[in-house]
């Protein structure tokens, strides 16, 4: 008696196997849970109803903002309340002092802002003292122009005519004294930057008047007027 073929071939009969609807497939398939609607909310807006998402957000206002930022503020952009995000806030700063962090988060007036720890100041001192023997970088020098041709202009203002974050620029030009605060702007409260006197010495200037037209050195800075 011979073994029988279950290979198939040419003459072998196709086996018929039980037929799947696809109305059956979709029904076996398992609802989405809570988690997935929230992920897929429309607005495409992170879930903050979590300590760690909500602190994980406010750090990061925080580090962008450049001058110190309410709780009311604060609340308003993540659509909190302010008893939550002060507490939040109270709680991140006190975890940065127990962890020894280098990061210092401070209420300073009437809001929050980060800042170096004060025992790690010679570090951050040598790093920008060091920095003033190099020369000074293509983007410092279009900040530095922006400023020049605009004072008294915002950090935000000149970040929008440049398209990048110029926070440390910024600090770098203050360290070397060729640009410095000079008040908060009225309607955003952003700190105002100008140039120093040790600005116009390095150029060999005796007036911010003696400045060369701006449209061949950098045509873009024009439009900040527009920003």
Do not use: C
């Not at 879930?47 to 609340?75: H, K, W, Y």
């Not at 920095?131 to 922006?146: D, M, N, P, S």
């Not at 605009?150 to 640009?179: E, F, K, M, S």
């Amino acid at each position: 008696m011979g073994r029988r073929d279950h290979r198939g071939g040419a003459g072998a009969r196709p086996r018929r196997g039980r037929g799947v609807r696809v109305s059956d497939h979709l029904a076996n398939e398992p609802e989405p849970g809570p988690e997935a609607e929230a992920d897929g909310d429309a607005g495409g807006m992170p879930d903050l109803a979590g300590d760690a998402e909500f602190e994980g957000a406010l750090e990061s206002i925080l580090l962008v903002v450049d001058s110190p930022i309410s709780e009311e503020q604060l609340a308003g952009v993540l659509d909190q309340s302010v008893r939550r995000v002060t507490a939040a806030l109270r709680r991140l700063a006190a975890r940065y002092t127990e962890q020894g962090s280098g990061i210092d988060l401070r209420r300073i007036g009437d809001g929050w802002r980060f800042y170096t720890r004060d025992r790690f100041a010679p570090f951050v001192e040598k790093l920008l003292l060091d920095g003033q023997r190099a020369k000074l970088t293509r983007a410092a020098l279009e900040t530095l122009a922006v400023i020049a041709y605009r004072q008294p202009v915002t950090r935000a203002r000149i970040a929008a005519v440049r398209g990048v974050n110029v926070d440390g620029v910024i600090r770098t030009l203050v360290a070397r004294g060729l640009i410095a605060e000079t008040g908060t702007d009225s309607d955003t409260g952003g700190i105002l930057y100008r140039t120093t006197e040790l600005f116009l010495e390095r150029l060999g200037l005796s007036s911010l008047g003696d400045l060369p037209p701006i449209a061949p050195l950098l045509p873009e800075v024009d439009a900040i007027d527009d920003v």
